[in-house]
């Protein structure tokens, strides 16, 4: 056990050292959602109708779901990266656990993605944020999001190792980044056209976003809630199980 947490370390720091060397990958993962952050709400926010009150208080739970979506392609690419460009021969011969491959993605997909959520909540409050969460809410919250943030990456693993090629590992990521857009995130899904507002309210996004607004602004749904759960459950057991069983047949 002593010797896969020590290898899973190492992989820990060779992640974190590659995404500090890619200034895309940063970009993705942190920037780009803050840049997101400031044009829905200065440039567009006038424009929509979430029933009242100001539209960054709607808007930041939506935006932190973008966080975590935008820096999925790169844990998906780094992973294919490893399984298709050798490294992963090299770590065959190696006196390494084997796992610790994939924990070292995980955890270093985690914390970045939630280094990312923090950056967007900080400047939410900037932009004038004012939610009413007790500190038991912020916890919550919290709780839901490492949840969320898990199992997606483990779904995005399982991604990278099902992809053939670097560039279709990335592309693999693309749903997971538009489907935030057509969620609650941007909009109440009742504001919708037909047809998208149905698949708006059953997608998996929505009951997350509205689980953490729900939090924060102190009008929690308890079947929102039980349906975020369900899905981050759902998501991390089949992404788990998926990415394992690739990850065996290839290596």
């Not at 979506?69 to 780094?78: D, F, L, N």
């Not at 693309?174 to 857009?181: A, H, K, N, S, T």
Request: include cysteine; hydrophobic fraction near 55%; aromatic fraction near 12%.
């Amino acid at each position: 056990m002593s010797t896969a947490l020590i290898d899973s370390a190492t992989m820990l720091r060779r992640n974190f050292r590659h995404t500090m060397r890619d200034p895309v990958v940063l970009f993705n993962a942190i920037l780009f959602p803050i840049v997101m952050m400031f044009m829905f709400v200065y440039v567009l926010g006038d424009g929509f109708d979430v029933g009242g009150g100001d539209y960054v208080d709607y808007a930041a739970p939506g935006m932190v779901m973008l966080a975590l979506c935008y820096g999925m392609g790169a844990t998906a690419t780094a992973v294919n990266t490893d399984m298709t460009k050798g490294i992963i021969n090299r770590f065959r011969v190696m006196n390494i656990s084997r796992g610790a491959v994939l924990t070292g993605h995980v955890v270093s997909t985690v914390l970045r993605t939630l280094i990312g959520m923090a950056a967007i909540i900080g400047v939410a409050f900037l932009m004038g944020f004012s939610p009413d969460a007790t500190f038991a809410h912020w916890l919550a919250a919290a709780g839901i999001l490492v949840l969320t943030v898990f199992a997606v990456t483990w779904l995005t693993i399982a991604f990278g190792l099902a992809a053939k090629t670097p560039e279709s590992a990335g592309f693999f990521a693309v749903p997971l980044i538009m489907l935030p857009f057509f969620s609650s995130a941007i909009i109440p899904a009742e504001k919708m056209g037909p047809g998208i507002r149905q698949f708006a309210e059953y997608q998996p996004f929505t009951p997350i976003i509205e689980t953490v607004r729900g939090l924060f602004d102190g009008t929690l749904s308890a079947g929102a809630t039980i349906a975020a759960i369900a899905w981050c459950a759902g998501i991390g057991i089949v992404g788990y199980v998926w990415a394992l069983a690739k990850f065996t047949k290839r290596v």
